[in-house]
């Protein structure tokens, strides 16, 4: 028999898995404990942290959309993250891109501060990035691409090869794009990291992290210490990530088709001064993007003419895109990355990063792309962004404690 194609594991891996009843969706299992067969005889299964048949089945199903021999479940995107920094002793060096998740950002110079690893920061989208990583001989390197909220990409291949001669293990966090469009470990990287939060359960109701390894014995690994320190995911949030993940592919699609089209609309806007999609020919990095990705996925960023009071005004009157942080549910999300998902970072470094007080990203739903095109061009035309016919009351927004908060 061929090779089953991803959306058909997505939907079919553990159905009709019920020895007991025959139920086609595998039943939902809460125990905490499970009776001993005999006096020495350990059934599949003995305690819920070390292991549950719900968390089980949603592991090996992204396990095999990632094409890695392991995968662990956890209870967050971050404690996904956290999981992998324990390969690491106090003396190795992680390397990181500087545009990686804040909350990952946040983690790695915590534990730097403490002591737990030796950190360096490096811009991974720049080949001159490469030699440095040979120099310092890192543990592990981390890459995350397309990168959030500019969309830059990191050649992962490339990275992989450097990394490889560096005697370095490669991490990536492919959250943005999710298995359905980019396998990491299909170009040699080690470790693949999620927030199934995002694109994996896809309805924004449920908190979660994935960690797939490309060889058994690195899963195992893996296992133990997410076992040892006890982050492994519930039972029910396992059940209804899985149930999310079964219409991953159809998801995709429809997110990403409506993503182009959006970032084709906001192109030829006269209130846009820039867009970042890694679909568009304009976006510098579309011929490697076409390379290592499946799709260009469902986010896009883009600057309004103007400065943060047309932001401000354009946010507020839309209706279609609720204004919220996170990503990946099958609702239009629209955020303001300076005041919202990147506040915590200070003003110099949040400028290199690209996050200006203009610039707009949206995790782009599933809904009809009439509505939310007629839905950006009503709010345009009524806050008309940079022009001076604008309404001055709206514009003159100013930053409140409210804006300030960490992610
Ligand atoms: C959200 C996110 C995380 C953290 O995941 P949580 O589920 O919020 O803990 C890590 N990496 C990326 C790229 C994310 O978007």
Redesign the pocket.
Known sequence: MSERNKSTIAVRHGIEADKHHGAVVPPLYLSTTYSFADFDTKRDYDYGRSGNPNRDILAETLAQLEGGERGIITA??????HLVTQLLNNDDTLVIPHD??G??YRLFTSLQKRGLLNLVVLDLTQPESYQQILDIKPKVVWI?TPS?PILRLTDIEAVVKTAKRAGALVAA????LSPALQNPIKFGVDIV??????YINGHSDV???AVIARTAQLGEELAWWANNIGITGAPFDSYLTLRGLRTLNVRLKQHQENALAIAKYLEQSDYVSQVYYPGLESHPQHELAKKQQAGFGGMVSFDIKGGLGDSAAFLTSLKEFSLAE???GVESLICHPATMTHAGMDATARLEAGVGDTLIRISVGIEELDDLVADLEQAFKRTSPGQSTGSDEAKTFKLTPAHTVL?
């Open positions: 967050t995107g971050m404690s996904a993250v990686c998740y909350g990952s995350e959030n966090d492919n959250t943005f990291v999620h927030s199934t939060t995002k908190v979660g992290g996170s990503l990946g992610w």
